[in-house]
């Protein structure tokens, strides 16, 4: 599979291109959400593709899609992507795209944390606490928490960073920013938002427990959330993937130390020992580290899903 940076599809209308996923408008119920191989790390988007990515992403979310749907329904409809694009598109989607509900995004990151790693080891250091969540006194780097815990963020645009917020904060912001969307359903931003982190705890820990017999370790990750017009809750975007989560080797994991992952670690690893201010535009990539994360992402799919990624 040839690398796919960005998708030049004329037969739908183009809603967004995203850091990763560029989307586009079928009706008044559905969208096409195509996943592709852009990369973006210390949220910029880098200037080279990794190769398979969008697949592997793809892959990774349909598969926890079907595995987890007892726990909410997701955004699938089952809708073949190349039934929607003109015929000499359907290379464009094939293996990358999903076709999905038109639903309304919370406006929060649902994050949970199983490890204490990355923003959560600093706020740690600072507070003895995440996102006003009290821990236990002595915890390292790469520590494994008593309890999994919910630490919402904030969305960020494009080049900015997502901040670490409470609950009661993550509840304000649905509270506000879903009045209009939940008006006549009964339902309230603040008691979404609590099914959300509900549904985001019982998530990671099957999910976690899962990955765990597979060899691999998911420190924390990152759902996203939607409503439909009755304020029926949905699990949105991508769920549980290298892009989205924290994925270590189960087999060298050790306290104290920041351990190596399956996900874009790696390449944040090489721009650190860059010059480089984390800032558009982004450095490129030598081509070696573009074909070692690749060969990483897919290594993480194949042992999730137990099969191969198809050509």
């Known amino acids: 599979m ?25 009706d008044a119920d559905k969208l096409l959400i195509v996943t592709t191989d852009r990369l973006s790390a210390f949220d910029v988007i880098l200037p080279d593709p990794i190769p398979q990515k969008g697949a592997v992403l793809t892959a990774i979310s349909d598969f926890w899609f079907r595995k987890l749907a007892h726990i909410i329904p997701n955004q699938l409809t089952g809708i073949d992507p190349k039934l929607v694009v003109a015929a000499d598109e359907a290379g464009q989607v094939a293996g990358r795209a ?7 995004p919370l406006p929060i ?36 928490l008593p309890e999994p815990i919910f630490t919402p963020a904030t969305k960020a645009e494009i080049g900015a960073h997502d901040e670490n917020i409470s609950f009661a904060e993550a509840q304000k912001h649905c509270a506000t920013q879903l009045a209009n969307v939940l008006q006549g359903t009964g339902k309230s931003g603040g008691h979404i938002c609590g099914k959300a982190r509900d549904a985001a705890m019982a998530l990671y820990k099957e999910a976690a427990a899962y ?8 420190a924390d990750t990152k759902f996203e959330f939607g409503v439909d017009a ?23 994991y050790r306290e104290g130390t920041s351990p190596a992952s399956f996900d874009k670690q790696f390449v944040r690893d090489y721009l650190e020992t860059l010059n480089w201010n984390k800032k558009a535009p982004a450095p490129r990539l ?12 897919v290594e993480a799919c194949e042992r999730l899903t137990g099969e191969k990624l198809p050509d």
């Open 2 to 26: 040839s690398a796919l940076f960005e998708t030049s599809i004329r037969s739908l209308p183009l809603i967004s291109r995203g850091k990763v996923r560029d989307i586009y408008a079928i």
């Open 98 to 104: 999903v076709v999905v509900k038109r639903l309304t």
């Open 109 to 144: 990151e649902a994050v949970v944390r199983g490890y204490l790693i990355g923003s959560g080891w600093k706020d740690y250091q600072q507070t003895g606490a995440v996102c006003g969540v009290p821990l236990p006194v002595g915890l390292q780097i790469a520590s494994r």
């Open 211 to 218: 990955a765990l017999s597979r060899g691999i370790i998911i």
């Open 230 to 252: 009755a304020g029926a809750l949905y699990l949105i975007d991508e769920a549980l993937t290298p892009d989205s989560s924290r994925f270590w080797p189960a087999d060298s």
């Open 286 to 297: 030598p081509a070696e580290v573009a074909a070692k994360t690749s060969e990483k992402y």
